[in-house]
Nanobody, 119 residues
Framework: QVQLVESGGGLVQAGGSLRVSCTASGRTSSINVIGWYRQAPGKQRELVATMSSGGSTNYADSVKGRFTISRDNAKNTVHLQMNSLNPEDTAVYYC?????????????WGQGTQVTVSS
């Protein structure tokens, strides 16, 4: 199993920056993909950015050029640097990990951290 704990959410003005972080514990060596999803009120959860174990990244079109996902392997931590934030980025941000053990894949989620962007 894998446990994911987010930190770093908060309130920021439009145009500002914020960084959220996720620290993984447990079977971290089995993580294939790690990253971030978000869910705004009344909307479905959507992908923000992910990174594979090989370092490949994937971003939602809405955040390309503004958000950057990075990973600190020594600390089992993944960061999401968010720049040029706008009110549409307001959501609960969830850390996500896909774990593969003996060809069986499982998805894990953190508890979420609130990001609020004021206009």
């Amino acid at each position: 199993q894998v446990q994911l704990v987010e930190s770093g959410g908060g309130l920021v003005q439009a145009g500002g920056s914020l960084r959220v972080s996720c620290t993984a514990s447990g079977r971290t060596s089995s993580i294939n993909v790690i990253g971030w999803y978000r869910q705004a009120p009344g909307k479905q959860r959507e992908l923000v950015a992910t990174m594979s174990s090989g370092g490949s990244t994937n971003y939602a079109d809405s955040v390309k050029g503004r958000f950057t996902i990075s990973r600190d392997n020594a600390k089992n931590t993944v960061h999401l640097q968010m720049n040029s934030l706008n009110p549409e980025d307001t959501a609960v941000y969830y850390c996500y990990a896909r774990v593969r053990v003996w060809a069986v894949e499982s998805d894990y989620w953190g508890q979420g951290t609130q990001v609020t962007v004021s206009s």
